[in-house]
């Protein structure tokens, strides 16, 4: 008996009758039913999702290279404005090596003009002090040949 029940009770979950086939046709329905309802706007809002994520991937893309490109032209226009700015300083600075230049030759000139000046003056003075000294070494002259001759004599000739 006991091949027999096995048997039996085997034959009997094995059966197909028609539950078999609603369960069936209720599973085909439901994958049929979630497949429009679930899963196809999941795989929609995924799709979404993912062609949004590469479009912003390729946004940022394309925005770091406008910020490479706008970075590269400032930095151009820093070197630009930075060689105007030297080639200004070294204007400036020939500009003031001409003006002292300048200066120098001028000063130069008014140093020598007045060095001349006071040569004359000194001349002046050393032939007023040369004619003051033969004045006066012609009077004492005279005074110390007077007193050494005890008499008087004259300062103007010889």
């Known amino acids: 008996m006991n091949g027999m029940t096995v048997y039996a009770f085997a034959g009997s979950v094995l059966s197909i009758d028609g539950s078999f086939l609603f369960i069936f046709f209720s599973i085909?329905?439901?994958?049929?039913?979630?497949?429009?309802?679930?899963f196809k706007p999941i795989n929609q809002i995924l799709d979404e999702?993912?062609?949004?994520?590469?479009?912003?991937m390729a946004e940022a893309r394309q925005m770091l290279v406008?910020?490479?490109?706008?970075?590269?032209?400032y930095e151009d226009q820093i070197?630009?404005?930075?060689?105007e700015a030297y080639q200004h300083l070294e204007t400036q600075r020939k500009q003031s090596l001409v003006a002292r230049q300048e200066m120098v030759v001028q000063m130069r000139a008014e140093t020598s003009e007045q060095v001349q000046a006071a040569r004359r003056e000194i001349e002046k003075q050393v032939a007023g002090a040369k004619q003051n000294l033969?004045?006066?070494?012609r009077a004492m002259?005279?005074?110390?040949?007077?007193?050494?001759?005890?008499?008087?004599?004259?300062?103007?000739?010889?």
């Open 28 to 38: 085909i329905l439901l994958i049929f039913i979630l497949n429009r309802t679930l």
């Open 49 to 56: 999702r993912e062609r949004l994520g590469a479009g912003r």
């Open 66 to 73: 406008q910020y490479e490109e706008r970075l590269a032209g």
């Open 79 to 83: 070197r630009a404005a930075r060689a």
């Open 134 to 137: 033969e004045s006066e070494a």
């Open 141 to 158: 002259a005279a005074t110390i040949s007077s007193r050494l001759l005890n008499r008087p004599v004259s300062s103007g000739g010889n």
